[in-house]
């Protein structure tokens, strides 16, 4: 595809070639032959300055491991959400007290007080 913001030089180039070495009418190939590859900006390797015992990447490093890191206050949620209901809301498929081993865990454990409500 050609593009005329940067194809015409390389046009009005090929068609100085083509004027100053033919010397019968040309194929349009040879137009295509003559022109001038693209400019293309180089590609170079750009070294980021970066030293990771610096402070502020210490303080960056410690930003982005606080996103991780699990808020201490949340409830936990591993349980089956029968007795104790969840954060997120979830039930197991489980049947529930009667039925399911750790939900009968969790309310014998609810009920000795050994066990968040
Ligand atoms: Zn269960």
Do not use: Y
Request: hydrophobic share 35%; aromatic share 6%; glycine share 6%.
């Amino acid at each position: 595809m050609f593009d005329q913001e940067h194809d015409a030089a390389r046009f009005k180039r090929a068609f100085a070639i083509l004027c100053r070495d033919c010397r019968s009418w040309p194929q349009p190939a040879a137009l295509l032959e003559a022109m001038p590859r693209r400019d293309q900006l180089a590609l170079t390797k750009q070294p980021i300055p970066a030293d990771p015992d610096s402070p502020a990447m210490k303080a960056k490093f410690d930003q982005i491991a606080k996103l991780f890191r699990p808020d201490p206050k949340r409830k936990q949620d591993n349980g089956h959400g029968h007795v104790v209901t969840r954060c997120d809301g979830l039930k197991a498929r489980c049947g529930g007290p009667g039925l399911c081993e750790v939900c009968n865990k969790e309310a014998q454990a609810l009920k000795t007080g050994k066990a968040r409500a």
